[in-house]
């Protein structure tokens, strides 16, 4: 793992959208799954409710409505952005990158740099090391980063796995220079394990062909084509206990971090049940780590922040800490001490 660290980086304002679409997972599921059944994956996973992307929507338009909140609420001049960052696994296009479309769509100048970060669980952690290492530049003052998923596009309707896990939602976080605005960094990746949450075909080393859209039964009752994802969950659940209460605790210990100051631990939101036992590995208190998977289910790279404005919208000075793990497999934590931060309300599009 590698350790980074910041003294002069604040979150000023973040903001986060999700799809006006609620579905309801008791009444969902009835179609894949026995009541029972339905009872202990629901239990299990925490995931009552989800929101769902209509094919219209993209993860950018979720992003461009929770970034216009921003501009709407702080009165910030845009052409005081001087980058923006996209971290999504769902993008638009190939080619181009997204955040060029958003840096024109915001009305963003044209000397803001703009590119995209293919990152899903660990992206937000991930997006503000990078946005923390460009705001050391003396011209850097301020970058929005976007940061979101619309995985419900990729998964298969009849995968009793994955099709009660998932759902869709886009942030928006402003970062400005302020000194005495501490934050540490622990980053890691095993892509040895890169087959456990994959999406095999598609691409250019599988390209889309009628194989790679030939559904099969991967899983008993659950079926899928290689366009869509794949998720070991047992692989999951083994790296997440293994690899992030000692991430974590090594963070609190390289930096001297007092773990009685840490007022929240924001997990990425993967199951209920792989959240409680970490937090318990961890010697957590069950008001210290807030859910929102109940809510929204799992929306990748967008859980943390949504979580924070789901969750914590009337704490606007607080220490967080921060760990985001899955899809690479890719793992990132990090500490934050930030005050006056400006947590605007969710927004459905």
Same mark, same amino acid.
């Not at 009793?160 to 402003?174: P, Q």
């Not at 006056?340 to 599009?349: A, K």
């Given at each position: 793992? =590698?350790?980074?660290?910041?003294?002069?980086?604040?979150?000023?304002?973040? =903001?986060?959208?999700?799809?006006?679409?609620?579905? @309801?997972?008791?009444?969902?599921?009835?179609?894949?799954?026995? @009541?029972?059944?339905?009872?202990?994956?629901?239990?299990?996973?925490?995931?009552?409710?989800?929101?769902?992307?209509?094919?219209?929507? !993209?993860?950018? @338009?979720?992003?461009?409505?929770?970034?216009?909140?921003?501009?709407?609420? =702080?009165?910030?001049?845009? *052409?005081?952005?001087?980058?923006?960052?996209?971290?999504?696994?769902?993008?638009?296009?190939?080619?181009?990158?997204?955040?060029?479309?958003?840096?024109?769509?915001?009305?963003?100048?044209?000397? !803001?740099?703009?590119?995209?970060? *293919?990152?899903?669980?660990?992206?937000?952690?991930?997006?503000?090391?990078?946005?923390?290492?460009?705001?050391?530049?003396?011209?850097?003052?301020?970058?929005?980063?976007?940061?979101?998923?619309?995985?419900?596009?990729?998964?298969?309707?009849?995968?009793?796995?994955?099709?009660?896990?998932?759902?869709?939602?886009? =942030?928006?976080?402003?970062?400005?220079?302020?000194?005495?605005? *501490?934050?540490?960094?622990?980053?890691?990746? @095993?892509?040895?394990?890169?087959?456990?949450?994959?999406?095999?075909?598609?691409?250019?080393?599988?390209?889309?062909?009628?194989?790679?859209?030939?559904?099969?039964?991967?899983?008993?009752?659950?079926?899928?084509?290689?366009?869509?994802?794949?998720?070991?969950?047992?692989?999951?659940?083994?790296?997440?206990?293994?690899?992030?209460?000692?991430?974590?605790?090594?963070?609190?210990?390289?930096?001297?971090?007092?773990?009685?100051?840490?007022?929240?631990?924001?997990? +990425?939101?993967?199951?209920?049940?792989?959240?409680?036992?970490?937090?318990?590995?961890?010697?957590?208190?069950?008001?210290?780590?807030?859910?929102?998977?109940?809510?929204?289910?799992?929306?990748?790279?967008?859980?943390?922040?949504?979580?924070?404005?789901?969750?914590?919208?009337?704490?606007?000075?607080?220490?967080?800490?921060?760990?985001?793990?899955?899809?690479?497999?890719?793992?990132?934590?990090?500490?934050? +001490?930030?005050?006056?931060?400006?947590?605007?309300?969710?927004?459905?599009?």
């Amino acid at each position: 793992m =590698s350790f980074y660290s910041f003294n002069n980086c604040k979150v000023e304002y973040m =903001s986060a959208a999700v799809p006006l679409n609620t579905v @309801d997972n008791y009444s969902f599921g009835k179609d894949l799954l026995s @009541d029972d059944e339905l009872n202990k994956i629901i239990k299990t996973t925490g995931v009552q409710k989800r929101r769902i992307a209509p094919e219209s929507i !993209c993860t950018s @338009d979720l992003c461009f409505k929770a970034s216009e909140q921003i501009f709407e609420n =702080s009165k910030i001049d845009k *052409n005081k952005i001087d980058f923006l960052i996209f971290v999504t696994q769902t993008p638009d296009y190939r080619i181009p990158a997204t955040a060029v479309i958003l840096q024109d769509r915001l009305g963003l100048r044209k000397d !803001c740099g703009a590119f995209d970060i *293919n990152l899903g669980c660990s992206g937000y952690v991930y997006g503000l090391l990078t946005t923390f290492m460009f705001m050391q530049n003396e011209n850097v003052r301020r970058i929005l980063l976007l940061v979101g998923d619309t995985v419900s596009k990729f998964v298969s309707e009849k995968d009793r796995t994955t099709n009660l896990l998932f759902g869709d939602a886009g =942030s928006a976080t402003l970062i400005s220079k302020e000194n005495n605005s *501490n934050s540490y960094f622990s980053v890691s990746s @095993d892509g040895s394990g890169a087959n456990s949450l994959i999406i095999k075909g598609g691409g250019y080393r599988y390209p889309s062909s009628q194989d790679t859209l030939k559904y099969y039964e991967y899983a008993e009752n659950s079926f899928k084509n290689d366009e869509q994802l794949f998720m070991s969950g047992p692989d999951i659940f083994n790296f997440a206990l293994r690899e992030i209460p000692k991430d974590i605790n090594n963070l609190i210990a390289i930096n001297n971090i007092d773990k009685e100051e840490i007022d929240y631990y924001i997990f +990425h939101q993967a199951n209920k049940f792989m959240i409680d036992f970490i937090a318990k590995k961890l010697k957590l208190q069950v008001e210290k780590y807030p859910y929102s998977i109940d809510k929204f289910g799992n929306t990748s790279s967008a859980s943390i922040p949504l979580t924070i404005v789901s969750e914590l919208k009337e704490k606007t000075s607080i220490n967080l800490l921060l760990s985001g793990f899955g899809v690479g497999l890719s793992w990132a934590s990090v500490y934050l +001490h930030q005050t006056n931060i400006n947590i605007l309300p969710i927004i459905e599009v």
